[in-house]
């Protein structure tokens, strides 16, 4: 456990001196299509889910999903689909 | 069309039931184990839905999570047909369904026979099956050239034959010989006589001397137009004339006066239905006729035999050599019944009527005819009696 988040600062650094895109070296990547899709790359696993909120671990930092009638359409190891009526997204 | 595909590969309705039941939907993404319809319905509690193919070790990933797995449902098509893993009548049927068609289907079933006009379908039949081909035979076993061509050898009036298989359907195609016109022996010489009595109304010879004239009265076997011609000899010759033989022709036409009768008992016996009856069955597969009645005998002395056969019939009108026959024999006894004079004269009238014009046949017609009717020794007798106009004459080879 101690050693994950030094991989990830590792990452960081790495892309940020080699000016390369975050999500090659594995960081999280969270796209939002109008108010009805939010698709994201590099998850690291659902946290809670319900219909009006969704939690989901991006590894140092956690996303909130708020809404209405959200649904987690698709999810695979490395992406997932919500969909439903999107009111916020919040990085903590 | 995502619908369709998951009804075809089937899917299950999963509850996960747990602390942290999230992890159990971690690890399913994690595993590649596609999902669907998430619901959360309690804190503990989550609905998905997945693939039929991907329900095997989902138990043991719900044990690693520290969850329970629990079945709330099945849709598609595999679990459907799973359904009849245990029916083994009904699989021992399928199988048999199958056998028999793959079977079957090398047999052949049904000879269809074209293009006959006028000699019957039956007589063609009964003569292919003599040669080997008839329902229940093998197919591929079959040489049709050697069967049409030892058929044709047995129907003088066919032309042409060909048999041609299609799976269970064998196809008899045929063409019939043209008849041959009917030729005038003109080589043969003689005289036209009359063949019946009357006045000649009308003589056109076209052949011979006319023996009579137009108005005059024959009687049967006087020769009307004379099979030789006159040569007369050179003017103040000496020589007889001389006669040179030809074979008469021409039409002579003819009064004639046709009487015929006929006549009818006025009593007459009748069956009377006694009420004893009795049916026998048969069943017929593949042209072998198997009888379900052994030898049993029929114990009437007078009885109507009626026989009703219920061919097995596909959807189409394609009649498969599969029957059962029904004989039903009905006992009777002979009654006498009065006939019913005017109907029994109605009837005789018309029977004379028919003769009548066939003796004419297409050249003759008839001017008037007349009838009378007696009753004599219980039998009603009717006379015909007809003015016709006819063709009077008829050849006769001299000699």
Known sequence: MERKPKKEGLLEKTAQALDLPGEVVGLPRVEIVGRQELRMENHRGILAYGPEEILISGGKLIIKVRGTGLELKAMNAGELLITGMLLSVELT | MGRVVNLLRGSVRLEVSGAFPERFLNLCAQRGVAFWRVEWPEEHVLRLTVAWQDRKGLEDLARRTGCTLDEAGQRGVPPFLLRFRKRYALLIGLALALTAVIVLSRFVLVVEVEGNETVPAQVILTELQRAGLRPGVYGPGLSVRDISNEAMLHLDDLAWMAVNLHGIRAQVVVREKVAKPEMVDESALGDIVAEAPGIVTRMEVWAGDAAVAEGATVLPGDVLIRGSVKMDPPLYSENPPEWMPVRAMGRVEGRTWRTMAASIPLEAEVKELTGDEKS???????????????????????????????????????????????????????????????????????????????????????????????????????TLTAECREELGRFVPAG
Do not use: C, H
């Open chain 2, 280 to 382: 026998v069955y048969s069943l017929t597969i593949l042209g072998q006729r198997v009888n379900f009645y052994q030898n049993s005998g029929i114990p009437f002395d007078r009885y109507d035999k009626i026989a009703n056969t219920w061919n097995l019939t596909l959807p189409g009108g394609l009649v498969l050599p599969f029957a059962v026959r029904r004989e039903t024999f009905r006992a009777y006894r002979a009654a006498a019944v009065p006939v019913e004079e005017a109907a029994a004269q109605s009837m005789l009238e018309s029977r004379l009527a028919d003769q009548l014009l066939e003796l004419l046949g297409e050249t003759g017609t008839v001017v008037s005819q007349q009838f009378s009717a007696v009753r004599r020794d219980g039998a009603l007798t009717v």
